[in-house]
């Protein structure tokens, strides 16, 4: 073809070539793939999923990254009913489309210490006392399974819980790295990968959410860390904790 020129900056036509060690392809259309990396070539994870959009999605995004992950969950029993379980079941079996070696769930029965924190703290702080004791349960768990960092469904200014001073009043009390994937998304992003993985018609099923019990209609947007140990010594930390590890269960959805 004495015709064709080349022409780097505005060529008409592309023509790929890839040259393999026994057969060579010409391709003329790029088709994007998923992309990110193999999972297992990055350290383990835990990620905190409850039965909403974001925590399926913000799994998705760390097995794109590498890091193979296990679930934990923290179910508001006895307030809350199997139905979540079976919705959270669900979506970890979509997510594990996507790892060659699936990881449990773990579930942490949280309704009782949720009542008891709520009868003796401020209504305004009780989601962070909630979300602080998570983070520890989640911080031992992380440690006994040897996964290097949690993982949330957090994004920026989303609800009251996740303002920068919030979220930073929960972190304190991780030891571990909490990685927050969809942290700057607007919410309709997070929707069109939910509907593209296939996890948004399971996330829409109704079911109640552990964080939504004894919560506070105008909960606080800045609290410090200050103020919260405050409340915490009203109650003992370190029995609640005790109490949720001695009752978790271990799930896995891929075999039922």
Known sequence: ?????????????????????????IWTHHVPGLGGL??????????????GIDSPIAALQVLKRGSNTSYVHFHG??????????KIEDLVRVVNRYCPTPLPLYVVPFGAIQEKIALVTNPKLRTLLYRRMMFRIANRLAFQI??????????????ASQTVENLGAIDCVSDLPIIRPLITLDKREIIQKAKQFQTYEISIRPALDCCTLFADRHPSTRAWSTELEKQESRFDVKAFEEEAFSLIEIRKPWQS
């Open 1 to 25: 073809y004495p015709q064709m020129k080349v022409n780097l900056d505005h060529a008409e036509f592309t023509l790929g070539i890839e040259v393999r060690s026994v057969v060579s392809y």
């Open 38 to 51: 193999p999972v297992g070539c990055n350290s383990n994870v835990l990620t905190l999923i409850s039965g």
């Open 77 to 86: 029993r006895p307030f809350v009913g199997e139905q979540v379980l079976e």
């Open 146 to 159: 040897g996964a290097k960092a949690l993982v949330t469904g957090e994004n920026l200014g989303q609800v």
